[in-house]
């Protein structure tokens, strides 16, 4: 997932909490928790789910086969199988152009944060959260997921960490512009 890092990682503090920025592969960092991108039934597709598929191993797909489904704005946790992370919280959020996109999106972003919360999660990392597949804008994306975790980082919380893991340099750039108004 990506080419070699050629950009720094930026930090800045919310709160009590270190919030970073860095290019990498999100399910190969060392955190105690990531978010995955989901759709409404579960299913991992394509891009980091099949990483997560293949590197994680079959329990994670039994347990959300068990979950099912979650609607836009919900989450699911699970195991991370063989992953370095403890677990997996599944974030289902808009496509783009969908009505309420941007409240959709926060929502999601919120419930990926209170999910990690509630599990105690120290370190968490999030990629850009339907910036992808889905095609929210970019500038959408990094505005409103830090502008919810401006909100959330502002109240008493275990994360001590979380990185916005980006996979390219258009990504970093439309994040590292955002992280500078932190």
């Known amino acids: 997932m990506g080419?070699?890092?050629?950009?720094e990682i930026i930090e800045r503090k919310v709160g009590n909490t270190t919030v970073a920025l860095e290019q990498g592969d999100l399910t190969a960092l060392e955190v105690d928790a990531f978010v995955f991108y989901a759709k409404e039934n579960l299913e991992l597709g394509s891009g980091y789910g099949t990483a997560i598929q293949t590197r994680g191993g079959d329990s994670i797909k039994k347990e959300l086969q068990q979950i099912g489904s979650i609607g836009a704005g919900e989450t699911a946790v699970t195991g991370a199988?063989?992953?370095?992370?403890?677990?997996?919280?599944?974030?289902?959020?808009?496509?783009?152009?969908?009505?309420?996109?941007?409240?959709?999106?926060?929502?999601?972003?919120?419930?990926?944060?209170?999910?990690?919360?509630?599990?105690?999660?120290?370190?968490?990392?999030?990629?850009?959260?339907?910036?992808?597949?889905?095609?929210?804008?970019?500038?959408?994306?990094?505005?409103?997921?830090?502008?919810?975790?401006?909100e959330f980082l502002r109240q008493p919380t275990s994360l001590e960490r979380v990185v916005i893991c980006v996979v390219d340099r258009r990504e970093y750039l439309a994040f590292k512009e955002q992280m500078e108004k932190l």
């Open 81 to 150: 199988g063989r992953l370095k992370a403890r677990y997996i919280i599944h974030a289902c959020g808009p496509k783009f152009q969908e009505p309420q996109t941007e409240r959709l999106l926060r929502d999601c972003t919120l419930a990926a944060l209170r999910a990690a919360h509630g599990k105690g999660v120290r370190t968490l990392a999030l990629p850009p959260l339907g910036a992808g597949f889905y095609g929210i804008p970019l500038p959408l994306c990094s505005a409103v997921m830090l502008d919810a975790l401006r």
């Open 3 to 7: 080419q070699a890092t050629a950009t």
